[in-house]
């Protein structure tokens, strides 16, 4: 009875969907969508960044690259690719964090034994958290 | 063997429906004591989604459990505010999905009903463009999709703030406490034998028993020769130690079923299976065909989801209850209070079946049937009352970073988990060294947690403050917990180092059945990081 009684009140759900559809006119969603989730702090990345993302992902935190530069901002080089780009939802609330001088950061990927690219890591943590 | 004063209820069971139910209970001014034979929310609840949703799906099967669930969804957002964030869907169509745009959006028109419930907005319908434009790791061609707004919790964190609560206002608790025998006395049952950490049994009295103890639920109903029938389903999920995509995504996975890859603060859940149990409920392995079928469904609509590499797999056993014939997922998510006393069990009552979502509301139906059988009048107060750490609104995590010494990013996290008590942990520790820097965890949380939380091993640890929970899977952090911890509770050397190894060989079990070929090489590094740890007696 419950499962019936479901069924027939989406069917008709349906159809005054459909009518509804017939009658109005769409209209773009994005903006509202992307305004509704901002004070969420949901960042998106964009469709390079995206593309690159499985790469920018890979570090095991094995610290290396902590051993061949120092610190983006105040932060630990490893940290940068191992939790700050885990975490880019309210990257905006701690933007503190990775502002300031950086180093060789060339170099420093050159250590990764996993291969993470170190500047693009850094690039997109810092326009995240700034945007 | 020791014997304790009597309580008015004993509680078996510390998911997070026990854990409601202990709080429910002493909020009532009763005596509780609650015992967890493992650790608080080890069980199901930690094996969940990490969600608490309104239940779209039930809309084709029985429209009261999504009312119901999207109102209780709506108390626990508020009483739990620093436990909880917003997880936006984007759900794909795709040209032969079982669902047509069309279809899709109704439903999601009439979630909207139930929607500011539990403080939600509204669907949005998006074009193909649209779609790619917030979404760009979705398939190039799909026809639309819609999007649902749900919420993510910690689901480790909302047991332990139940048990913290019920524990100021004057319950007790106890993990790692196995009971091992319901008492009776002239068919009425009058307490329970347990076992402790440490061995030692003890015996405690109480006028009513709760059995919260979820898919364990007919073993213990079985010691007072009572009844309990479910029909359990395994689920696992896949767990990347990223957030990969910007917002969570559905898919249709071949049998159409629908999957969920949720997007959390850090991390993402991929899943979830759900198949007919029959083994045994403390031995519940991932095999690799079921995590195929998820990267099956996920490839259609995220192709790049094979180029991300997991960290482990989570699995766990809902406590359904029974019905024959129904294909799994098509099995109600309702539960049922059930008092035993017509089956010669008087003073046992079990709570079995329902889902996260509503485990208020199954506390409070549960508590109301105790306190009828006690005659006990007490208003429930759960739904009103903040759970710790929502009392007051919360530093600024940039504030609280620069006043304490810590990144704000650590400061952050920790406000997740401790909400507005966050000063409180840091102050504890004296100390500002972070220690697990994936996640990242200060050193002071962990004292904290050892001292105050009842973290007792190193697998506590990782639930109640996620040490190891990051990328590295602890490489870089299981051994300096393991000092930290063993120091608080007076470990020797050796038990330190054996708590690492134990700590490392569990959690493979779960990273096995995911790594590739990347993942294998990673994995490699990382054994080279914990080489002390793994090869001691030349096993994994």
């Known amino acids: 009875m419950g499962r019936a009684d479901s069924l027939a009140k989406l069917a008709f759900a349906y159809g005054v969907h459909l009518t509804r559809r017939r009658l109005a006119r769409p209209r773009p969603q994005v903006r509202a969508l992307l305004e509704t989730n901002a004070a969420d702090g949901i960042r998106a990345l964009t469709a390079d960044e995206r593309a690159r993302h499985p790469r920018l992902t890979t570090c095991i935190n094995c610290g290396l690259c902590a051993l061949a530069a120092g610190r983006v901002g105040k932060t630990r080089l490893p940290d940068l690719a191992s939790s700050y780009m885990r975490l880019y939802a309210r990257l905006g609330e701690v933007s503190g964090d990775v502002e300031g001088e950086g180093p060789d950061l060339v170099a420093a990927a050159a250590v990764c034994p996993v291969g993470v690219p170190l500047a693009e890591v850094a690039e997109v943590v810092r326009r995240i958290s700034r945007s | ?540």
């Not at chain 2, 500011?116 to 434009?133: C, G, V």
């Not at chain 2, 059988?373 to 940039?398: D, Y």
């Not at chain 2, 993942?519 to 007696?537: K, T």
């Open chain 2, 1 to 540: 063997m020791s014997v304790g004063s009597p309580y008015d209820v004993v509680v078996i069971g510390g998911g997070i429906t026990g854990a409601g139910v202990a709080r429910d209970l002493s909020l009532r001014g009763l005596s509780v004591l609650l015992l967890e034979k493992g650790d608080y929310g080890a069980g199901t609840t930690g094996a969940s989604s990490w969600m608490i949703h309104g239940g779209p799906r039930y809309l084709e099967f029985d429209w009261d459990t999504t009312r119901l669930s999207c109102q209780d969804a709506g108390h626990i957002v508020s009483i739990a505010r620093n436990l909880v964030y917003r997880v936006v869907f984007v759900i794909p169509v795709l040209a032969h999905d079982k669902n047509n745009i069309e279809r899709m959006e109704t439903a999601m028109e009439v979630y909207d009903r139930f929607q500011p419930l539990k403080k939600s907005h509204p669907h949005r319908r998006l074009t193909a463009q649209e779609a790619l434009q917030v979404e760009p790791g979705l398939a190039p061609d799909l026809v639309g999709a819609v999007t649902m707004e749900e919420w993510g919790v910690d689901p480790h964190r909302l047991v332990f703030a139940n048990i913290q609560d019920a524990v100021a206002h004057g319950a007790s608790a106890f993990n790692h406490t196995r009971v091992t025998e319901l008492i009776r006395d002239a068919g009425k049952v009058i307490g329970v034998r347990y076992q402790g950490p440490d061995g030692a049994t003890a015996e405690a009295r109480a006028k009513v028993v709760v059995n919260a103890s979820g898919p364990w639920s007919p073993e213990v109903a079985a010691m007072a020769g009572a009844r309990v029938e479910l029909r359990p389903a395994k689920g696992i999920h896949i767990v990347y130690p990223h957030r990969i995509s910007n917002f969570s995504i559905s898919a249709e996975s071949v049998d159409g079923r629908d999957l969920l890859m949720v997007s959390h603060a850090g991390f993402t859940l991929l899943g979830t299976t759900d198949d007919d149990f029959y083994g045994d409920l403390d031995s519940v392995d991932v095999v690799e065909d079921e995590v195929e079928y998820l990267l099956q469904a996920f490839e259609r609509v995220f192709p790049a989801i094979r180029d991300y590499r997991p960290a482990r797999t989570t699995t766990g056993v809902r406590p359904t209850l029974f019905k024959w014939r129904r294909y799994e997922d098509e099995l109600s998510r309702r539960y049922a209070v059930l008092d035993h006393a017509g089956e010669g069990a008087d003073g046992l009552i079990s709570i079995v079946g329902g889902k996260l979502s509503m485990y208020r509301l199954m506390a409070e139906e549960t508590s109301d049937a105790v306190c009828q059988k006690l005659g006990h009048r007490a208003p429930c107060e759960t739904a009103r009352r903040p759970l710790p750490g929502n009392e007051s609104e919360v530093t600024p995590p940039g504030e609280l970073a620069a006043r304490c010494g810590i990144p704000a990013l650590a400061a952050m996290k920790l406000q997740s988990r401790q909400g507005s008590n966050a000063e409180k942990v840091l102050d504890e520790g004296a100390t500002s060294r972070i220690l697990c820097r994936c996640e990242p965890v200060t050193e002071a949380e962990l004292v904290y947690a050892a001292r105050h939380e009842q973290v007792r091993s190193l697998a506590d640890a990782f639930r109640r403050v996620g040490v190891a929970a990051g990328p590295c899977a602890g490489a870089a952090c299981i051994l300096r917990s393991a000092e930290v911890i063993g120091r608080e509770l007076g470990w020797s050397a050796e038990q330190r180092f054996d708590a690492a190894r134990d700590f490392v060989r569990r959690s493979w079990l779960g990273r096995a059945p995911v790594l590739g070929r990347s993942g294998w090489a990673q994995e490699e590094l990382a054994q080279g990081a914990l080489r002390g740890l793994m090869v001691a007696d030349g096993t994994r």
